[in-house]
């Protein structure tokens, strides 16, 4: 069987094309079936640039038999769009659709006109799914062991992962990108984490996550962006995970560098970070949101302004560049509040703590706990949650202590910090 998974170009419902790495699921997809005999590749429409006009003329040319699309929140309409088109032209091709958004909302996932749709995690399922042309599929309970599924099949995407521009900040090119671990204990109301059931942590072994890394440097990548969540800061058991994957990348002497994402607190050591350091990581991105303690207890976040100084500290002084996230908008963000973060920011930068950052719009996703409370209370603004425009930039929510307005003008003053 050939199998195509791609992702629906969306610039021109944007406004920007999306171009900073390649997307670990089509191609790791594609490994697996491609373990059961079938012609499977990830092509990225979206970093192609292509127009649908050049998605017609592709599917013209390959004549796949079945197609696959991870649907998100930003290319929902454009993933409606390809379906639309593909019905239309190719009535013969298959398709099926999965990912984070379908997960939410899957009664609405069956109205973008997919054939199949696939719920959670569906690794283990997805030869069943094609094979089987099935309707629906969710997986049973069982999740899949990270360390027995494949290497994605990333030489056989289009583009190539090396080809890519990479994520801020951005060191050495060309960079790629990698997923070490699943899974998160956290209970932000604005993630949708809960939407999986809060699945439990898997770590990939240090073996495996060598071979991966010496088959993406083999094929040119200088740099990785590991795409883990939070790849420091959740446990203890994850810190000594954390040191035996460090000590196994040092003694592979691999050429790579690494930058990735973290969770503040006391899960952060020193010990960790220094480890992190001399197997080459440059950046860590620090979730931080706010730095008021009533706007992070509102949205569950877990943390203090305690422990975004005291592990930026510890970062800092590993020799580790520090990337802080912020979110405006959130519940509980009075101007009291606001100006809480604006104080802490500044001060952070100050003290040479805070190397870059960037700042959203909080932004609720359907399926989330911020999403629920959300239309309890009626803080929506922008009642179609599939609406690319909203996407982080645009005010979604409003509340009597903050204006859709008032949240827009706090953008603007975090960006300028």
Known sequence: MKLRFINPPIFDLVGQQYKLNQAVGGPLLSAILRGRGHDACYVDGEALGWSMADVSRYLAG???????????????????????????????IWVAVGGPEVTARPYDARMLGADGVGIG?????????????????????????????????????????????????????????????????????????PVFSRVSIRFRSPDNIVAELEKLQAMGARH????????????????????????????????????????VGKYATSEALQAMARAGF???????????????AAIKKGITPEDVWETLAASHEAGIKNWGFFMVGCPGEHTEDFQLTVKGIAALQGKGLLDYKQVNICTPSPGTALWEEAKENGWLVIKSPEKAERFHQTPVLAYPYASAQDIKRRLAVLQCL
Request: aromatic share 10%; charged share 20%; proline share 8%.
């Open 62 to 92: 390959e004549r796949p038999d079945a197609i696959g699309i991870t649907v998100t929140n930003l290319n929902w309409d454009g993933a409606s769009r390809m379906i639309e088109l593909i019905k239309a032209q190719f009535p013969y």
């Open 121 to 193: 995690e569906c690794d283990l399922g997805i030869g069943n799914i094609f094979e089987e042309k099935l309707g629906y599929y969710q997986p049973n309970g069982t999740l899949p062991d990270v360390n027995a599924l494949p290497l994605p099949a990333w030489e056989y995407s289009q583009p190539l992962p090396t080809k890519y521009i990479g994520n801020m900040p951005r060191f050495e090119t060309p960079e790629v990108c990698s997923l070490w671990m699943r899974g998160c204990p956290g209970l932000c109301t604005f993630c949708s984490n």
């Open 224 to 263: 990785v962006f590991v795409y883990s969540d939070e790849l420091i800061g959740m446990s203890p058991r994850q810190e000594a995970w954390l040191l035996e994957v460090c000590e196994a990348i040092i003694q592979a002497k691999l050429r790579l560098t690494y930058k990735t994402q973290g969770r």
């Open 282 to 296: 440059k950046a860590i991105m620090w979730g931080i949101e706010s730095l008021s303690p009533q706007v992070l």
